[in-house]
């Protein structure tokens, strides 16, 4: 079989819809390179297919003829962020580069967005420093909500939120701290912010976001 250069990858991840909330499934299927497990390896096919292997195994295969029709890319530092749409439906697929080092990952990563760009429009973000780098941010001082005033935000220190008041909240109605259990997040910063821009490229994302905000204000109105 006829390839192109082949990459390494750290990591492979593809995200499986209806999994998260409504089941215990994690969201992402992950594969993670080990010593002793063959290498994963994303290769571009002479004849126009994007492959990721696994010794003989094949994670993955998306079609590159016309790829500009259904797929959209996104590289971040060591990471390809893919979204793959048939039919209507749309899949998002991860891979991050592997190296010696972060530079060499960010290099790997930026060779094989180049080979893409002959098939496929690239999205780029020059890297930055990871956000552990940065010193801790503390916390704003504690607020009563007797002292909330004058548009200063209400601390609520603990207990549940009515849908009404987090409804509020969210359309930036009323300020509000939030008690530490709705700060908490399972999203990486970084994995966050890819899957965002990838989701922006989405001609179909800012309908999705202005049905939401309109579900939203049906609720205020229960």
């Avoid at 499934?25 to 297919?49: H, L, Q």
Wanted: charged content about 25%; some cysteine.
């Amino acid at each position: 079989m006829a390839t192109s250069v082949k990459w390494r990858l750290k990591r492979y991840g593809r995200f499986i819809p209806g999994t998260g909330e409504t089941t215990k499934r994690e969201p992402w299927k992950t594969f993670e390179a080990k010593e002793n497990e063959p290498e994963i390896i994303v290769t571009i096919v002479d004849y126009g297919y994007l492959m990721v292997l696994q010794g003989q195994e094949c994670l993955e295969t998306i079609p590159l003829h016309g790829a500009s029709d259904f797929l959209k890319v996104h590289q971040k530092s060591d990471t390809l962020m893919i979204r793959h749409t048939i039919k209507g439906a749309s899949r998002l697929i991860r891979m991050q580069f592997d190296g010696s080092n972060k530079a060499q990952a960010i290099k790997e990563c930026s060779s094989a967005a180049e080979s893409l760009r002959e098939h496929v429009p690239v999205g780029t973000q020059d890297d930055a420093l990871l956000p552990n780098n940065q010193p801790p941010v503390d916390d704003p001082a504690p607020v009563t909500q007797g002292e909330a005033a004058g548009g200063e935000p209400q601390v609520v220190r603990e207990g549940s939120l009515s849908v009404q008041r987090l409804t509020q909240n969210l359309l930036g109605e009323i300020p509000l701290t939030m008690p530490q259990l709705y700060r908490q997040g399972s999203w990486e910063h970084g994995d966050l912010e890819a899957l965002l821009r990838v989701c922006l490229l989405d001609p179909s994302f800012h309908a999705l976001v202005e049905q939401v905000e309109g579900e939203l204000r049906k609720i205020l109105q229960e």
